[in-house]
């Protein structure tokens, strides 16, 4: 059993900053990717930041310069810091991973619960 947790999410003004962590547990051999996507309502859902174990990132046009991901291989742990915030940036944030759960199993794609964010004033 994998599981993805998000945590972090809130309520913020304008120009402020969050940090959303989100947490893989259970059964896991390996991580290859993390994502952080969002879906505000009545909009797809859309990448908002990439990493790849090993240090490779890229981030939507939307939030470039203003957002970082990052990844704690030891923790399993992929963060995603949000500056200069937006009311546009409200949405619900989700993570997901590709895990595997051994060295020889197949890579998955599992998706955590998701996490509110509002930037209003």
């Known amino acids: 059993q994998v599981q993805l947790l998000e945590s972090g999410g809130g309520l913020v003004q304008p120009g402020g900053s969050l940090r959303l962590s989100c947490a893989a547990s259970g059964s896991i051999f390996s991580i290859s990717i993390m994502r952080w996507y969002r879906q505000a309502p009545g909009n797809q859902r859309e990448l908002v930041a990439s990493t790849i174990s090993g240090g490779s990132t890229n981030y939507g046009d939307s939030v470039k310069g203003r957002f970082t991901i990052s990844i704690d291989g030891a923790k399993n742990t992929a963060y995603l810091q949000m500056n200069s915030l937006k009311p546009e940036d409200t949405a619900v944030y989700y993570c997901?991973?590709?895990?595997?759960?051994?060295?020889?199993?197949?890579?998955?794609?599992?998706w955590g619960q998701g996490t509110q964010v509002t930037v209003s004033s």
């Open positions: 997901n991973a590709d895990i595997r759960k051994s060295n020889t199993g197949p890579e998955f794609r599992y």
